[in-house]
């Protein structure tokens, strides 16, 4: 299993609110990859708090056949260069964000990337989409399923499927 999880805050010229950004990029990420699963979008404030708008946040999961994370997170890249995402600062605002959820539930730290997201299991916006899609999902280093993450959470997380 391939999780992606895909979210936006910003407006863009192209393709207009964060929403119609997300949007936008699963077509895009249709045009790569054989998407199996799709949660619902969820609206959630920045976290760490911050004046940046909400975000719009889901999760997919993906058809890829290769060993190599490395070539996936490539081609998400390339995809978020396409919709005008440059990398100044962590967490700040952006047209669009995808990221390596899990991979194939390996363990994999190097340069370039940590799977399973390093910051996961602490966010809502990524975890009740994925107990939406797989509500059996366990997380590769705690050996724990995914509602019990969600339990352990920090309720004053706001967040709404929309």
């Not at 992606?4 to 045009?31: D, Q, R």
């Amino acid at each position: 299993m391939v999780l992606i999880g895909i979210g936006s805050n910003l407006y863009s010229n192209k393709f207009g609110t964060p929403l119609n950004n997300c949007n936008a990029a699963l077509k895009e990420i249709e045009k790569c990859f054989k998407i199996k699963k799709k949660s619902s979008w969820y609206k959630s404030e920045p976290i760490p708090q911050s004046d940046q708008p909400w975000f719009i946040n889901g999760i997919i999961e993906i058809v890829f056949d290769s060993k190599d994370p490395l070539e996936l997170l490539k081609k998400l890249n390339q995809i978020e260069k396409r919709f005008g995402r440059v990398r100044k600062e962590l967490n700040e605002a952006r047209i669009l964000d995808l990221d390596i959820i899990d991979f194939k539930s390996q363990v994999i730290t190097c340069t370039e990337l940590t799977i399973p997201h390093p910051r996961m299991h602490k966010r809502k916006f990524v975890l009740l989409p994925i107990e939406e899609i797989n509500p059996k999902w366990i997380h590769p280093i705690f050996k724990k399923k995914i509602n019990k993450i969600i339990e352990a959470i920090d309720d004053n997380q706001k967040i709404i499927k929309i």
